[in-house]
T-cell receptor, first 114, second 112 residues
Framework: GAVVSQHPSRVICKSGTSVKIECRSLDFQATTMFWYRQFPKQSLMLMATSNEGSKATYEQGVEKDKFLINHASLTLSTLTVTSAHPEDSSFYIC??????????FGPGTRLTVL | QKEVEQDPGPLSVPEGAIVSLNCTYSNSAFQYFMWYRQYSRKGPELLMYTYSSGNKEDGRFTAQVDKSSKYISLFIRDSQPSDSATYLCAMKEVGNAGKSTFGDGTTLTVKP
């Protein structure tokens, strides 16, 4: 399956700052990537679908101006959490969709906003 | 009502036991069925993928799909402590740009 990396693996920041998370598909050209958020002991919550060369599609209730997604190439999508607040603290995970629709996930990024 | 309901657990079994993890769904358009394993503080990893009713086996893991009953299961034989993780079922419609619907997960602990 596809190998997906995320950077950074962990980030701690002060309230009001912006944080950028990178998701890279290392061995697969991904026209579509997905961004999820996961709170402790809860399941994955799809935030948005990242489309290469076009605007991301956000799920209902996800603020597109707060969670900026850029998918500039077939191997890189970025998620920027703008003006982060403590309630944005979570585990952010990206995935790449395989040819058959299965998903390959990155290792996740743990964001803590103080 | 959620489209995908997963047995909540948690589940605790002795090493060597057979484990059964289950999900039901309501959307008859789901045609692809997946199981993921997620260790604590890690991203999920794909375990099994199937698209037809019946059984699919891979080592100690067997995925079972019953489309008529809208029910899927994952069986783990000879469970090991290393199998301790959260297991997520996921389902997908044909097309739909790879977007899957996930269950809430079942946390499994295998005790040595």
């Amino acid at each position: 399956g596809a190998v997906v990396s995320q950077h950074p693996s962990r980030v701690i920041c002060k309230s009001g700052t912006s944080v950028k998370i990178e998701c890279r598909s290392l061995d697969f050209q991904a026209t579509t990537m997905f961004w999820y958020r996961q709170f402790p002991k809860q399941s994955l919550m799809l935030m948005a679908t990242s489309n290469e060369g076009s605007k991301a599609t956000y799920e209902q209730g996800v603020e597109k101006d707060k969670f900026l997604i850029n998918h500039a190439s077939l191997t890189l999508s970025t998620l920027t959490v703008t003006s982060a607040h403590p309630e944005d603290s979570s585990f952010y995970i990206c995935s790449v969709s395989g040819l058959a629709g299965e998903q390959f996930f990155g290792p996740g990024t743990r964001l803590t906003v103080l | 009502q959620k489209e995908v309901e997963q047995d909540p657990g948690p589940l605790s079994v002795p090493e060597g036991a057979i484990v059964s993890l289950n999900c039901t769904y309501s959307n008859s358009a789901f045609q692809y069925f997946m199981w993921y394993r997620q260790y604590s503080r890690k991203g999920p990893e794909l375990l099994m993928y199937t698209y037809s009713s019946g059984n699919k086996e891979d080592g100690r893991f067997t995925a079972q799909v019953d489309k008529s009953s809208k029910y899927i299961s994952l069986f783990i034989r000879d469970s090991q402590p290393s199998d301790s993780a959260t297991y997520l079922c996921a389902m997908k419609e044909v097309g739909n740009a790879g977007k899957s619907t996930f269950g809430d997960g079942t946390t499994l602990t295998v005790k040595p």
